[in-house]
């Protein structure tokens, strides 16, 4: 190829595309490859070998590019055949593929080759010839081959469809440059790579250079020369970008082409984008880095298992170092502990393309078998099928060996526990679950012997009297002021009844804060100790209420007596031997009515061996008394039968005490029925005890239908704005009174706002707490507040009109009032006066109504500190300009003090000025401010020399309109004062001067 060919890209670029693209193919293919120039002559042709790969130079060992064909390409093998000449020549002239056997004496010796040469045909005619040399003992397959497939692989189709798979498989563009004119040419593949638009693109080196990333500008150049002056070409890796997007890497394998004279003809070479490789590059990098520093073994492994990488860490836990384990199969770490099922469920899921996670049993290197913690990724391809796994295994060995002795120690202690008959529980308190052991030593038949309950369910079989004191009894635990939580309460055992246990336990977690995470403890069933212990405190208490009366029973229906002690006629009216003798059954003298229930209760003592009960008799003069009794069967000392022995106790006045107070209930439920509020008593669940004819109205029902349901039980239903539960919890909780407000919606569809008060109430049933609530209908009175905030936003709204637009008005009349001044006279002068004066005095007005509205609209809450010095300058100093006439002194010094007030104190104190003046009889008006200041107050004093105020006026002139002596003005201004000085806390009054005139006296509080 000629220089002018390639130095001229408007004519010769397509010539230019093919020589580039067979020159890329030298770069892409594995294949040893050359490719020649074919040039006719006069004496024939000439062959000048323009380029050849790597893999041709490794074949022949042959490092020049430029000698002829002749002296390059193998010779036939046999002198019977012709030239390597003759076969270029007629591989140009056939224009077909033509094979021989040829030899080649290299600098280390003399091999036997097969040759492939292939002619390029542009434009009808062979410019260029692409060969392919093979050694046939290094290729015993292609030996193997047919001979048409042999000739097919080595077709030009067959090398162009091979340059296009290589390049597409490397993704990969085509480029040449001219070294002398830098003029370039690329394929659509690399326009693309440099961001360039191919159909745009002029072939200037400047658009390259543009693309090149200007970090990467002295690398680029320097590669670019380098590569020019270097037969054996170069590579470079940098970066490009265009439009300002960002860069991309490119790796750019560059070769020289020479001339028949030796300098470089041109540079071609191919262009790939590595950004993913990079960027996989780092990824693999930091993975490394994070690999190196972990705790955790991490092993990288090929497709087939072989390992590729370890981290410290599994060379440390292993002892297989990285020099011993890379390149072995990761059946290195296997041991006897799996069977073969388990590798083929693990290689299973792998390859399938999903993680495995497990414990696995490996083998140290000195043997010593370890339990590892294991992942198992698989690593995927462009397609997403698994080329490579990561393993990444965590020790588990001390663990699983202290799990073991843990598992150990719990089966022991479970023997220990059930022995004992005792109930282990451990409360995770974050997630208020309760782990129960043998829990059915307590709660026979509600639990298994192990199970996992919320604190919620645990706290709904304890006793309701009994919980409060669990929690307080914990609580002094937490804060550490007892060693041990210790407490004894009573649970519901899976036969319904109540049975009373012991607690110990102890907080053994706590978080960075110091609170309780978790507690563990042990139950003891203490119900036969517990109740002969209250059974003896029973009898203790019982005979502190009256005389107790011994009695032995047969064990025999009707309960026969056989003994009766002496002071049972003081009872019952009946002497000891008339009961034993004459009456003989005691269930004789037991009420009609309570005979069914005593024979019950009779009947569960004897069960369980002891019992009491309450009950009424009949007394030998027909008198019904209440009495306790307290039974307990033994055996018979002498006799083969059981008795019963017991006391009784006459319990009449406590049950008539209990009668009054259940008749005063009775009658307070007939008084809340006629108050017109709801009133009603709910206990912890939310359930009606109580409630009045007002809170049925509310539901819609009867106070009969509530009692006994909450809101759920309901079948009509009532919107609350809040938990109506919780908040009656928090008052039987707390014991404290709560006040709230309350939205609902009745049964009815009515929107009602409530004030609740609610505070804990004592019911008939001590065992239930309970909160009452009163609730007051607010619902009007709300909507009167609404309409007092309607009308404060309707006078807001007359304030801004009288402050800006009446007020503007006026001072446009004032104006063009005092503009007439100037330009009449007469009667004329003097109606134009009146109307200035007017005027004037309707702008204070304004000014006056709009204060007033504003300390309306105030709260009490906006005062803040005002300095008073600053206020009384600011206005005497105003005074003084709008009154000429007038005189005002400052007597003495004024304390430099602030007082609890806001910028409104301003206007009381220009008030109380302009009202000394305006209302001043003296042709003189003289005006005196003074202010004395003690710890706590303030007082100021504003002094005139004016006609004075009569004593029986002095504290009506602070109403609202009411004027002083011969007053034009609306009286508002002294009203106003005397609001502002209410609303700071403070007081206003009025004296008498001397000689004459009136004294306004101010006391203020000094602020904080």
């Known amino acids: ?67 002829t064909a002749r002296n390059v390409i193998p010779e036939p093998a046999t002198t019977q055949q012709q030239s390597a000449h003759h076969y270029c020549r007629r591989c140009v002239e056939e224009q077909t593929t033509l ?59 067959h090398i162009h469809q091979r340059l296009e798979s290589a390049l597409d498989a490397a993704d990969a563009g085509v480029w040449e440059v001219d070294p002398e004119t830098r003029t370039v040419y690329c394929d659509d593949r690399a326009c693309s790579i440099f961001g360039l638009s191919p159909t745009s693109f002029t072939g200037t080196w400047t658009e390259i250079t543009e693309c090149v990333h200007p970090g990467d500008w002295d690398d680029f150049e320097t590669a670019y020369d380098q590569a020019v002056g270097d037969p054996s070409g170069r590579e470079v890796e940098f970066r490009v970008q265009s439009n300002g997007e960002s860069a991309n ?61 370890v981290n410290p860490a599994f060379e440390a836990i292993t002892g297989y170092d990285a020099a011993t384990a890379i390149g072995e199969p990761i059946q290195l770490l296997r041991s006897d502990a799996h069977d073969r099922s388990f590798y083929v469920e693990l290689w299973q899921t792998i390859l399938a393309g999903e993680r495995w996670e497990g414990e696995a049993i490996k083998e140290r290197a000195d043997g010593e078998e370890i339990t590892f913690s294991q992942t198992v990724s698989p690593l995927t391809d462009d397609k997403g099928d698994p080329n490579g796994f990561v393993l ?25 526990i059930k022995g004992a008959n005792i109930s282990v529980w451990d409360w995770d308190i974050e997630s208020n679950t309760i782990e129960l052991h043998n829990s059915s030593a307590i709660v026979s038949r509600q639990d298994s012997d192990n199970s996992r309950i919320k604190q919620k369910e645990w706290e709904r079989r304890i006793h309701p009297d009994d919980i409060d004191g669990i929690w307080e009894t914990f609580e002094d635990h937490v804060v550490e002021e007892s060693e041990y939580y210790e407490a004894e309460y009573r649970v519901l055992a899976g036969d319904g009844d109540w049975r009373w246990v012991r607690d110990l336990g102890q907080v053994i977690e706590r978080d960075e804060d110091g609170e309780p995470i978790r507690a563990v403890g042990v139950q003891l069933d203490i119900d036969d100790k517990k109740r002969a212990w209250i059974t003896v405190e029973q009898e203790r208490d019982m005979f502190t209420e009256g005389p107790v009366v011994l009695f032995r029973w047969r064990d025999e229906p009707g309960w026969p007596i056989e003994y009766a002690s ?105 008084i809340i029925d006629l108050v017109p509020d709801p009133i009603h008593v709910r206990d912890k669940d939310g359930r009606f005890i109580l409630a009045n004819e007002a809170t049925a109205e509310l539901y819609g029902t009867t106070p009969e239908a509530l009692n006994g349901k909450d809101d759920d039980d309901l079948p009509f239903e009532v919107q609350h704005s809040s938990d109506c539960t919780e908040d009656v919890a928090a008052v039987i909780d707390s014991g404290e009174r709560i006040e709230a407000e309350e939205e609902l919606t009745t049964a009815h569809g009515d929107d009602k706002t409530l004030e609740l008060t609610r505070i804990p109430y004592e019911t008939t049933r001590a065992d239930t707490p309970t909160a009452l609530t009163y609730a007051r209908d607010v619902t009007a009175l709300k909507a009167y507040e609404r309409t007092l905030e309607q009308q404060r936003d309707n006078l807001e709204t007359l304030n801004q009109v009288v402050r800006h637009d009446i007020r503007n008005s006026l001072q446009l009349v004032l104006a063009y009032g005092e503009m007439l001044e100037a330009h009449v006279d007469g009667d004329a002068a003097d109606f134009v006066e009146h109307v200035t004066e007017a005027a004037s005095d309707a702008v204070t007005i304004t000014e006056t109504a709009r204060d007033v509205t504003e300390v309306l609209l105030r709260s009490a809450d906006e005062l803040t500190a005002v300095n008073l010095t600053c206020v009384l300058d600011d206005q005497v100093t105003s005074i003084r300009a709008s009154h000429e006439r007038a005189t005002i002194d400052i007597e003495g010094s004024i304390p430099d003090c602030a007082v609890r007030a806001d910028e409104m104190l301003e206007s009381a104190v220009r008030n109380l000025l302009s009202n000394a003046i305006q209302h001043n009889d003296n042709d003189h008006p003289r005006v005196t401010v003074a202010a004395t200041a003690d710890d706590e107050t303030v007082e100021l004093r504003i002094a005139d020399n004016g006609p004075g105020i009569p004593d029986d006026q002095k504290d009506r002139i602070f109403q609202e309109g009411e004027k002083g002596l011969d007053s034009d003005g609306t009286g508002l201004g002294l009203y106003l004062v005397d609001t502002l000085i209410d609303r700071y806390d403070g007081e206003i009054r009025v004296e008498d001067n001397d000689p004459r005139g009136a004294v306004f006296v101010v006391e203020l509080q000094q602020a904080d």
């Open 99 to 157: 094979q021989y056997a040829a030899s080649f004496a290299t600098p280390s010796a003399t091999d036997r080759w097969e040759t492939t040469l292939t002619p390029v045909v542009e434009d009808g005619a062979v410019d260029h010839i692409v060969g392919v040399v093979e050694s046939p003992t290094e290729s015993p397959r292609e030996q193997t081959q047919p001979k048409d497939s042999h000739e097919r692989r080595h077709s030009p189709e």
């Open 1 to 67: 190829m000629s220089e002018e060919s390639i130095t001229d890209p408007d004519s010769s670029q397509g010539a230019a595309a093919a020589n580039s693209t067979h020159e890329a193919f030298l770069c892409a293919t594995s294949d040893a490859a050359f490719l020649v120039d074919a040039e006719r002559t006069d004496d024939g042709y000439e062959f000048t070998l323009l380029e050849h790969n790597d893999a041709y130079r490794r074949l022949t060992e042959h490092t020049s590019s430029h000698d």
């Open 566 to 670: 002496d002071n049972v006629e003081a009872l019952l009216g009946y002497e000891p031997k008339e009961l034993t003798d004459d009456i003989g059954s005691f269930a004789e003298i037991i009420h009609d009515d309570d005979i069914g229930q005593a024979r019950q209760k009779a009947e569960q003592a004897r069960k369980r061996g002891r019992g009491s009960h309450e009950y009424r008799v009949v007394t030998a003069d027909g008198e019904t008394r209440w009495v306790f009794e307290h039974t307990k069967f033994v055996q018979h000392n002498t006799e083969d039968r059981r008795i019963a022995l017991g006391y009784v106790v006459d319990i009449t006045e406590r049950k008539r005490r209990e009668q009054e107070l259940e008749t005063a209930r009775n009658e307070l439920r007939r």
């Open 392 to 416: 990444v295994a965590r020790d588990i060995t001390e663990k699983k060996q202290r799990e073991q002795e843990i598992n150990q120690l719990r089966e022991r202690l479970e023997l220990a």
């Open 249 to 309: 890497w490119v790796r750019v394998h560059a070769q020289p082409v020479a001339s028949t004279d030796g300098t470089p003809d041109r540079l071609v070479g191919t262009i790939r984008d590595i950004t993913d490789e990079k960027r996989r590059s780092r990824k693999l990098e930091q993975f490394r880095e994070a690999a190196e520093q972990t705790g955790h073994a991490v092993c990288l492994l090929d497709a087939d298992g072989t390992i590729e990488y």
